[in-house]
Every structure is written in structure tokens, then in C-alpha cells.
């Protein structure tokens, strides 16, 4: 019999929603900006499948959520647009952390 449940594992440093998730070429998963506690964010944290673990990572340029964060063919994030009609974009490069 084949159970199907969720599973809990480490929780991210900070609470937030609107954000972006990205899978990077190496597994790891770079969540991006979002909306939290004190309005909008430019916070990023990495997530670590391997250890359940999360750190944080370099902030973005800008504060932003209910963008789209899209993973190159370089391993590069390009982080476009978000809340407010935001025509800015950035790079993020996991290699650096910034």
C-alpha cells in the first residue's frame, strides 16, 4: 500500500508569500523576494533538498513580489517585474550569491 503524505522539513528564515522558487542546475532551490511582515521584500534564501536546510543568500537590487524568476541556460536566475506594473529585472548568479 502506497502511502501519499507530505513530508515537513526545514523552514525558511523568513515568512513570506508572492515570492518566486527556482530549481538552480544544482538541486538547490533559490527562493526570491516576496511580501512579508514589513511589506515587500528583497530577501533571497537557498534551500538545500540534501540537508532540509535553508541559508540566506545576497539580497536582491530591488524590493518585489508577484514577479517571475526564470533559471538561464548559464545557471544564471533572471528576477523580472513584479507588483506595480515594475519593468526593472536583475540577475542572480549562484556561483557568487549575488
Known amino acids: 500500500m502506497l502511502l501519499l503524505e507530505w513530508l ?6 523568513y515568512a513570506r508569500y508572492m515570492h518566486t522558487a527556482s530549481v538552480l542546475t544544482d538541486g538547490k532551490v533559490l527562493v526570491a523576494a516576496g511580501y512579508g511582515d514589513s511589506g ?12 532540509g536546510s535553508w541559508t540566506i543568500t545576497g539580497n536582491l537590487n530591488n524590493v518585489r513580489s508577484s514577479h517571475t524568476a526564470s533559471v538561464l541556460a548559464d545557471g ?3 528576477v523580472a517585474g ?3 506594473s515594475m519593468n526593472r529585472a536583475e540577475l542572480y548568479d549562484p556561483s557568487t550569491g549575488i
Open 82 to 84: 513584479g507588483a506595480g
Open 76 to 78: 544564471k536566475v533572471l
Open 8 to 13: 515537513n522539513t526545514g523552514s525558511m528564515n
Open 40 to 51: 515587500y521584500m528583497n530577501s533571497a534564501e537557498l534551500y538545500d533538498p540534501s540537508t
